[in-house]
């Protein structure tokens, strides 16, 4: 089947007391708005948008019917993502909300993500601080221009070395309008930091592996 063709089982409304929070959310790897059905999810699709290999996400992909030993069983998997090498299909459920019901279901599919060649994960919640630290990068996903020509500054302190966050941007000439342009970079991977805790002026930052073969520094 043509997968880009597909669309979602189900449709993404939004109604006075409903129990769940569906929205929208817009992808720069896709360039378009993708459903959600609640914030885990939208949390999930934000954080895949930051690996910088996503080429397409599919909410709802499909619909699978199974037998199981209690009789008929139907399950739409959250997500079909397509990354620079293989497949993602994923389900979205905080590990608290894990029922039996729902082991059985997560178990199918990862079979047929296994009989497909995909890979199959459950993403059952986050670290703290990756939430508000990709929260924070988000901010500098959208185009951003550059007419006093700070991020070429910034890149090239970078090439000396890893450098505190704070450090770094103060060393651009303007270093209050500076730290857009870092989170900008390092959204888009030209910069990479410490992910271990929260982004602070401490943080470490380096230039991104591309970036260090650009300027034979490795």
């Known amino acids: 089947m043509d997968m880009l063709s597909s669309v979602p089982v189900r449709r993404f409304t939004w109604r006075t007391g409903q129990w769940h929070r569906p929205g929208l959310e817009y992808l720069v790897s896709t360039q378009r708005h993708h459903g959600f059905e609640s914030h885990e999810e939208e949390l999930f699709l934000l954080t895949a948008d930051f690996t910088g290999i996503l080429l397409e996400a599919l909410a709802q992909p499909f619909r699978m019917c199974f037998d199981t030993a209690e009789g008929r069983v139907e399950h739409t998997p959250d997500f079909l993502l397509l990354m620079r090498g293989i497949p993602f299909l994923i389900d979205v459920r905080p590990a608290h909300r894990i029922s039996f019901d729902d082991e059985v279901k997560f178990a199918a599919s990862a079979e047929i993500a296994l009989a497909m ?60 309008v500076g730290r857009a342009h870092a989170v900008h970079l390092l959204w888009h991977r030209r910069l990479g930091v410490e992910m271990s805790g929260p982004l602070r002026d401490s943080s470490m930052v380096r230039l991104s592996p591309a970036r260090q073969l650009a300027v034979g520094r490795w």
């Open 117 to 176: 060649g995909w890979n199959y994960a459950v993403v059952t919640g986050w670290r703290d601080h990756v939430v508000g630290l990709v929260d924070s990068l988000s901010a500098g996903r959208r185009e951003l221009s550059d007419p006093l020509g700070l991020q070429p500054q910034m890149l090239a302190a970078a090439a000396e070395g890893p450098q505190p966050f704070g450090e770094l941007v103060e060393r651009c000439s303007l270093p209050a």
